[in-house]
């Protein structure tokens, strides 16, 4: 079975400081039908206007990783912690038993473009924390490159949940596959130029589903960028 989310169809907010699509449900935006994909709860497409932000805020018992895909995007916490994220990073912020943050665009003239990423923990009232690694495009084009996971293996970023983030940067015409297990669930997020996922096509924004055990293929149809989420069932 498989789980079409196409990028037209997502909710959508635009604040005038922040142009934001949800691919699940989240804020104001609610949809019975689009709740979450497993353990992936959200998937935000956030384009933030310079020098604007999300003020200071506060998040609990939940796993949140950033992706930027265009510009820079700066962090504050109540823990001390503070970073810049630009594209080819991930960042993973434990909520845990709760912290306080302010995230803004760290340039004064460009927009930042970034997906905002939570899955949830399997172990609620974890101690508060950060995680930020690189991954050169060289590392991710023409490959599945992981970028996050329970284990923190390959050098990913680790995530406190059954749950494997690759990421992939192709050319037209490349293609990888993905081997999809018994009892294993994927989501593949488009998140820039356009592929084929088994045969449907996808477009920048759109998402699916895959809950079909077997050799998954991704060519992508132009120049292309997304992620995968290899997910328990």
Request: net charge negative; with cysteine.
């Amino acid at each position: 079975m498989n789980t079409l989310r196409l990028s037209e169809h997502r909710g959508h907010a635009n604040l005038g400081w922040l142009d934001t699509k949800h691919s699940f449900s989240f804020g104001h935006y609610h949809d019975p039908a689009h709740m979450g994909f497993g353990t992936l709860r959200v998937i935000n497409e956030d384009i933030v206007e310079p020098g604007a932000g999300f003020d200071t805020h506060g998040h609990r018992d939940m796993e949140i990783v950033t992706y930027v895909l265009d510009g820079a995007l700066e962090h504050k916490d109540s823990i001390g912690t503070g970073s810049i994220i630009r594209p080819g990073e991930v960042r993973r912020m434990t909520a845990g038993t709760g912290i306080r943050h302010s995230e803004f665009n760290a340039s004064q003239s460009e927009k930042v473009k970034l997906l905002q990423i939570w899955i949830s923990p399997e172990t609620l009232g974890l101690t508060p924390g950060y995680e930020q690694k690189a991954f050169p495009g060289g590392e991710r084009q023409g490959a599945l490159r992981l970028l996050g996971s329970r284990d923190g293996r390959e050098g990913s970023v680790t995530i406190h949940q059954d749950v494997s983030l690759y990421g992939s940067l192709l050319k037209p015409g490349e293609q990888v596959t993905f081997d999809v297990q018994p009892g294993r669930k994927i989501w593949v997020q488009v998140a820039r130029g356009a592929v084929a996922v088994a045969c449907q096509p996808l477009q920048s924004g759109d998402g699916i589903g895959i809950e079909t055990p077997g050799s998954l293929n991704i060519t992508a149809t132009s120049e292309a960028e997304f992620l995968l989420f290899d997910l328990a069932a």
